[in-house]
């Protein structure tokens, strides 16, 4: 391509037979029209135009270059009339990628009623917790845990991210309950550690540090909060998990919490997206929709302390 702008404004000319005609459909000054018409005309190396005071008319390569570019360019046209409906309208894909635990809780149960309002949206999610280049990867919508070092991204609050400690009441009659941070050092701690990294991830406690996880005891690692989860109500031990996803096994009596005093929320979840500008409507109305209905979540933004107390009572 020598000059789209000049082809353009080419076509434009030969299309209104005048400079003056051509800049009012192109929204711009019939000295602009004549200066990137005689670029294309430099660069291509040909007259397109033969120009007197009083006609304008095409010269032969004129005429042969206006039947080739028409259609081209009545399809580029054509292409960015889809592009500009698709982006206005609720139809077409959006790609998001979400930490799983918060998505099988949180994020999963919202897309059915997110379809009651949106049918032709198709919601492409993917639950992964180590994607950290979210334009790169092409998501439209990321939700993870904590802030992101892009700063190119726009970054919306979603909610406080407690970990509570917590274990089966079968663990807990059998090792008995730990009332002091000190005191996990005489129980069996279950770790969670990331793909890619072999340093488990840290027990987010007010008061704990690095120098007393090291005299934790374990001898079970995985890299699922989900099987994390499922080795406790099994009674393997204790595990530090997000309080979120930590209430239904509560209610359901299968995990009991324990040490809530050190609770604390040193995290947060958040809502990226790549755009403040230009969002397709699609995109917008599923970033309103999550954040809309996420905010009356009462595990979400419920004191922490108050979500746990009905069950420290209950512990046995």
Known sequence: ?????????????????????????????????????????????VRLFQRTTRKLSLTSEGQTFYRQCQGPLRELEAA???????SKALSGQVRVTCVAP??????????????????KVQIELHLDDTVSDM??????????????????LVARPIAPLPFVVCASNDYLKQHGQPTTLEQLAQHNCLRLCWPGS?????????????????????????????????AAVLGHGLICIPLQMAMPLFRAGQLR????????????????????????????????????????EEDLHMPHQALVAPFVKSLV
Not at 102 to 119: D, E, K, Q, S, T
């Open 1 to 45: 391509m020598k000059s789209l702008k000049g082809i353009a404004s080419f076509v434009a000319v030969a299309s209104s037979g005048s400079f003056a005609a051509a800049a009012k459909l192109q929204g711009v000054s019939a000295v602009a029209v004549s200066k990137n018409v005689a670029t294309l005309e430099r660069q291509l190396g």
């Open 80 to 86: 960015q009339a889809v592009v500009e409906h698709s």
């Open 102 to 119: 918060f998505a099988m809780g949180y994020i999963v149960p919202l897309i059915p009623r997110f379809h009651a309002i949106n049918p």
């Open 135 to 152: 334009v790169e990867q092409g998501y439209d919508v990321g939700i993870r845990v904590g802030l992101l070092k892009d700063s190119s």
């Open 198 to 230: 072999r340093d488990p991830v840290p027990w987010f406690l007010r008061g704990w540090d690095m120098q007393e996880e090291k005299t934790m005891n374990c001898n079970l690692i995985v890299n699922d909060f989900s099987a994390l989860a499922a």
């Open 257 to 296: 919490p324990v040490l809530t005093d050190y609770m604390e929320a040193k995290l947060k979840v958040y809502l990226y997206y790549p755009h403040r500008k230009n969002l397709p409507v699609r995109t917008r109305s599923f970033i309103d929709f999550v954040l809309n209905s996420l905010a009356g």
